[in-house]
Every structure is written in C-alpha cells, then in structure tokens.
C-alpha cells in the first residue's frame, strides 16, 4: 500500500547521502521512525528518539513499474505520478500513451530533461495537452482551446501516486493545481477533430543509469482516462538519407547515401521511415533530426519538422518538351518548333531525362506520360529525343538525331 507524502528535510547534499531526516527547516527535530523514499531510493530510520539512526539508502523494488508493461489510469481533476523502471540497457525508450478523447498531458523526466511531445500516426506532431477539440471546449471548469490554451487559468484536483502493490492509483491528499496551459503556437496544447490514439514518445537512455524514468499525467478536465505503456530501451535502426537541406530541390540533387540517421517508427518499421516517425542522428533517441529535406532514395526525399516525418515526396525536375509524336515529326527533314511543354522527370540528377528516368506530366509524378518520341531541343542534325515506353512513363532511350 502506498504510503502519505510529507514534507521532510535533511541534511546533506541529497536524500540518498543524508545522515538524518528532521521534521523542521532548521534540523532541530528528527523524524519518526520509519521508511521514507524518494526517487525511487528508501531509507529507514531508527532507534529515534533517543539515539536515531538513518539506514543505508537502497532501490525501492515496488517503487517502479518495470518496462515492458503498461498501466491504464482513470479517476478525477488531478495529477498521477508513476515511476518506470528502464534497467541498465541503453537505446531509445518507446513510450505509447492514449489519452483517448479527454484532454490529458504527459510528461516524462529522465535524467534531469522534461518533454511533453508525441507523434501520432494520424494527427502527426504534437505537444503539451492532448485530446479532442470537442472535449476540450467542454473541459469542466477548465475550457480548453488550441487558440487561447487555458487562457490564462489553473483548476485545482489532487496527487496520485502509482501503487505497484494494488495496481491503482491512490489519493496522496495533496492539492494539484492544474494550468495554466498555454496556447497551441506556444506548444502548451494540441487538440485535435478525432481522438489522436497511440501518440509515441520518445526517451533517450544513452547511459546505463540513472535506471528509472517518471511520468506526470494531467487530467485537468473533471474525469479522466489513459493508458501508458512502456518499451524496454532499444538502438535504434539506421537508414540512410543525404545531409539536410532547406529546399526540396537541393536536398534532391545530393547523394542519398552520404549520411546516417535512425527512426522511431509511428507508422513506419525499423529502418524504414514513413511519415509520422520520429526522426534521429544516433540510435540513442537524444538527437532529433534538424527541420529540413533529406533525400532518402535516387527518386524520394523527405520532410522533417520538430524531429518528426512530414511527409515524403518524390523529386522530380522539371524540363521543356514536345508533345508525344513520332519519331520522323522530329528527326525528319521538317525543323520541329521549340519545346513548349513543362513535364517533369525522377531518376537521374541531370537537367534532361535519360534512360531509366520516369517522365509525368504533373509535378506530383502520378500522371506518366504516354509512350512516343519526344522532342527536348537542339537543331539538325543534333536534335534530342527521348523514347517512352511500357505505359508507366519509363524512359527506353535517349538518342541524337544523327
């Protein structure tokens, strides 16, 4: 069962190298004989009062869940505390917390760093209070709005602390306040039209300790419900993409194999990114990738913004052109007139398409352009023209007229 929270003072540098625990800021009176924990660290104290003595510190076994596992939490307005024991392995820890409909925020603290930031395989990046616009517009004694946040207010509800012993959550009889939350541009809240369902975190654990992550759910909205689970610390898979860059145009005309990067899979696998993973420079997790576009194939590149997979998009050129014809309409006695349409080619990285390239005829690469003969340019008896067949837009061959 767990036990009240109080407050305690002590007087080393830390509760783990006290040499005693008192009742008073000024150390005159010396705490009741017991067992006191912080941090996942218990200390027991004895022989008080007359000749107290506080206990060696050890790791608190039931203070902490271990990962691998989840915990769902429901109840009132309020906070609810919950520890995860990570072990001594490193890699990245894949944390999916459900907020379901009602506004909920979760934030983790591991070694002195606090994020409150999720990707969702539908919703995308979000930050700070999650839930559904809805519910938010309805949140008891607390409206919440992505435009104003909590505008400027707090509501008041209790502290619950993670039992391990009972599976619950119990009343520690503390007050919580709650808020104010800020406004979504300020990254305070992230309110979406549909439930945003599994919403991915991410905390790195380079090191073998510390061993033990903590969570603070907020329920500021009268009721709540969650669930959290907890993926035990794992490298990361590694694909490779081309440096950053700020356009899609001149991260497409880099070498995709130049550089090394790792994803937390949202909604693509290890290894393969798709958009909504979380992006990284190390398999750790500690480094998101900078917002930019990095070519991750000879045909695609992707979009990156807040560590996060925006989207991916092929990378075409552009180039002028004839109109689909044969190949005498070009190469035969007649001057062809000057290319005027604008199409667009994948594959290779110069400025006209050759064998092997794709054509279109939109800059999206959906619409393949019809098998013919193609004027690009020149004059007799150099003119050049391409040759498209197989009814997908692949370019057959690329020839002079001579």
Not at 230 to 235: D, G, T, Y
Not at 359 to 387: C, E, F, H, K, W
Request: glycine share 12%; aromatic share 10%.
């Amino acid at each position: 069962m767990a036990g009240t929270i109080g407050t305690y003072y002590f007087d080393g540098t830390s509760f783990a190298n006290a040499s005693m625990l008192y009742t008073d800021a000024s150390l005159s009176t010396v705490a009741p004989n017991g067992y006191y924990t912080q941090n996942d660290i218990i200390r027991q104290l004895v022989g008080g009062p007359g000749n107290p003595v506080l206990l060696q510190a050890q790791a608190c076994v039931s203070c902490s869940v271990p990962c691998g596992s989840g915990v769902s939490g429901s109840g009132g307005t309020g906070k609810y505390l919950l520890t995860m024991n990570l072990g001594n392995s490193t890699g990245a820890v894949k944390v999916n917390f459900n907020p379901a409909s009602v506004p909920d925020k979760c934030s983790w603290t591991y070694d002195s760093v606090t994020r409150s930031e999720y990707s969702s395989a539908t919703e995308g990046y979000l930050q700070g209070v999650v839930g559904t616009i809805s519910t938010g517009n309805a949140c008891s004694g607390l409206p919440l709005t992505n435009a104003n946040g909590s505008n400027g207010q707090t509501t008041s509800g209790a502290t619950y602390s993670y039992d391990a012993g009972s599976n619950s959550f119990v009343n520690q009889g503390i007050p919580a306040t709650l808020g104010p939350y800020a406004n979504e541009a300020a990254g305070g809240i992230d309110l979406t039209t549909n439930a945003p369902g599994n919403c991915i975190m991410v905390v790195p654990k380079p090191n073998a300790t510390p061993e033990t992550v903590d969570f603070v759910i907020e329920g500021p909205c009268g009721s709540t419900g969650w669930s959290i689970s907890v993926v035990c610390p794992v490298a990361l898979t590694s694909f490779t993409a081309s440096a950053g860059a700020g356009t899609q145009q001149l991260a497409c005309a880099q070498d995709h194999t130049t550089n090394t990067y790792y994803n937390m899979p949202v909604a693509g696998t290890a290894g393969n990114p798709a958009v909504t993973d979380w992006i990284f420079t190390d398999a750790n997790g500690v480094n998101k990738a900078a917002d930019n576009y990095y070519k991750i194939s000879s045909t695609q590149e992707m979009h990156v913004v807040n560590g996060v997979l925006r989207g991916i998009s092929l990378c075409v050129t552009s180039y002028l052109s004839s109109a689909m014809g044969v190949f005498n309409d070009f190469c035969g006695g007649t001057a062809p007139g000057p290319p005027s349409q604008t199409y667009y080619f994948t594959g290779s990285a110069g400025s006209l398409p050759v064998a092997n390239d794709f054509v279109y005829s939109n800059p999206q690469g959906t619409l393949a352009l019809a098998d013919g003969y193609y004027y690009l340019g020149g004059t007799s008896p150099n003119r050049y023209v391409i040759r498209v067949m197989g009814g997908n837009g692949e370019v057959s061959s690329n020839q002079l007229c001579n």
